[in-house]
Nanobody
């Protein structure tokens, strides 16, 4: 069992930056690929980025490529999402998720564990 807790969301202006964190409980964090998804109001939850269990490879949605960076610190059981050059289209609840079997994967049902989400709001 893995419990995930996100933090770092908030209000940012267009062009600004935010850094999200997701801390995992348990001692098996390094065996999971980790990912970030987001859900905007009235829309389905969508893939943002994923990182291999050893941190050696990453994969991004086209909409965030070049602006967002996913990273992890296995010693701290934490995955991060650095978000730069934010736009109002990035406004959403952001969720971290863990997948014990697949990488890279943007397939939402394949992720085993989910956090409760953190709100990111970008004003124009």
């Amino acid at each position: 069992q893995v419990q995930l807790v996100e933090s770092g969301g908030g209000l940012a202006q267009a062009g600004g930056s935010l850094r999200l964190s997701c801390v995992a409980s348990g001692r098996s964090f390094s065996t999971y690929a980790m990912a970030w998804f987001r859900q905007a109001p009235g829309k389905e939850r969508a893939f943002v980025a994923t990182i291999r269990k050893d941190g050696g490879s990453t994969y991004y949605a086209d909409s965030v490529k070049g602006r967002f960076t996913i990273s992890r610190d296995n010693a701290k059981n934490t995955v991060y999402l650095q978000m730069n050059n934010l736009s109002p289209d990035d406004t959403a609840v952001y969720y971290c998720a863990a997948d014990g079997t697949q990488f890279p994967s943007d397939y939402l049902p394949g992720y085993d564990y989910w956090g409760q989400g953190t709100q990111v709001t970008v004003s124009s």
